[in-house]
């Protein structure tokens, strides 16, 4: 049985959908992600499993239990759900030290004194703020501010975690180490994680599996692997990673790039039509040294002219123009690639297909 179900959860704010029918089930100790652009429903749907918003249609339940139910009229408070909750703003107190704030959510609880005491220690010590217990949030750093609110979740001893951007308002270096750091406490504790993001990267980081949403309907659910191979969709597919659409005429098979004679691929799907875009990551691209001969080698080679070269420390960043498009290509800076200005030839390794609109 799934440990966090939803049926049909749709929600509404006037004539905006801010979630429309969406079906999910989350397995007890996954790592779970909502991925997806600012406005489309992230959010929303967090504040619903968590109790802070009623739903307008469908169901949600946790171990089998309805916590939210349109058809039954039902709604469970949040002070009932018992789920840990980390949010984007540092939601500390800040007129109480770093104990207390540990500490306060269980007091509410009415929790014995020795349990408390017992608990935010090891919340503490689990988040590395044991020598910080006296201080009071002002005075820490935005990574141990956060930390305090993850302990404080910790120590309720939550079966699931609700995470709504964590890590957003962290520097970058700060952000990558603190993702392990969940990641290392999940497996410690073994609950289960709702992780809401809209950073890709951290997405595929830290899932094991994600949910990619826009204006507030599912596009794709899956393991971020799955999801960077097989995107359901061109939404998905620009979304995670980088990307290139490729505007193609399509003759007997063949695609030719727009506005040139150069053949991109011989194996385009003749379902698509006389137009279509033809899509691939930058990473999968090269640079060849020799134009092919033979016709009935796969991939054909392109000639086209480098319009811009870019050094990103360790990758380097082509735009390479041909006829009406513009291709972006990535290579490891070991690689010997083209000048800007100078002509070259590229091969495109992996493409999808997707129709013009
Ligand atoms: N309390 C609210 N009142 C009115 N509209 C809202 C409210 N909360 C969210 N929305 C709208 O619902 C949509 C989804 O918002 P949200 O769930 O916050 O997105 P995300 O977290 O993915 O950025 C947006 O169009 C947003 O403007
Ligand atoms: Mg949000």
Not at 60 to 74: A, E, H, I, N, T
Not at 109 to 132: C, D, F, N, W, Y
Not at 150 to 179: F, G, H, Q, T, Y
């Amino acid at each position: 049985m799934a440990q966090l179900k939803l049926v049909d959860v749709t929600k509404k704010f006037g004539d905006v959908i801010a979630v429309n029918k969406l079906n999910l089930e989350v397995e007890k100790g996954e790592c779970f992600s909502f991925l997806g652009p600012s406005g489309c429903g992230k959010t929303t749907t967090l504040r619903m499993i968590a109790g802070f918003e009623d739903l307008d249609e469908g169901e949600l339940s946790v171990d089998g239990k309805v916590f939210s139910s349109s058809f039954k009229k039902y709604y469970l408070p949040p002070e009932h759900r018992d789920f840990g909750m980390v949010f984007q703003a540092f939601a500390v107190w800040p007129h109480l030290t770093v104990y207390d704030n540990v500490a306060f959510p269980l007091q509410i609880r009415k929790i014995p004194r020795h349990e408390i005491a017992k608990r935010v220690k090891m919340a503490l010590q689990s988040t590395g703020l044991t020598h910080r217990e006296e201080s009071y949030p002002g005075k820490l750093s935005g990574g141990e501010q956060q930390r305090i609110a993850l302990a404080r979740a910790i120590a309720i001893n939550p079966k699931v975690m609700l995470l709504d951007e964590p890590l957003s308002n962290l520097d970058a270096k700060l952000r990558e180490e603190m993702r392990f750091e969940i990641k290392d406490l999940q497996k410690k504790f073994g609950f289960t994680i709702i992780y809401v993001t809209h950073d890709q990267a951290e997405a595929m980081a830290l899932s094991d599996r994600m949910l990619v949403m826009d204006h507030g309907i599912v596009q794709q659910v899956g393991h971020p692997l799955e999801i960077y191979n097989k995107p359901a969709n061109k939404f998905v597919f620009s979304f995670i990673g980088l990307s290139n659409f490729i505007p193609v005429n399509i003759e007997e098979g063949k695609a030719v790039i727009d506005g040139s004679n150069e053949t991109a691929s011989f194996e385009a799907p003749l379902e698509l039509g006389k137009k279509a875009f033809l899509a691939c990551r930058p990473s999968e691209v090269d640079f060849v040294e020799e134009p092919y001969t033979g016709a009935n080698q796969l991939p054909p080679a392109i000639r086209a002219r480098v319009a811009r070269r870019t050094y990103l420390g360790d990758i380097v960043d082509y735009k390479v123009a041909v006829g009406n498009a513009e291709i972006r290509i990535q290579k490891p800076r070991r690689v010997q690639g083209p000048i800007e200005g100078s002509l070259c030839t590229i091969r495109i390794n992996r493409t999808l297909w997707y129709p013009l609109e």
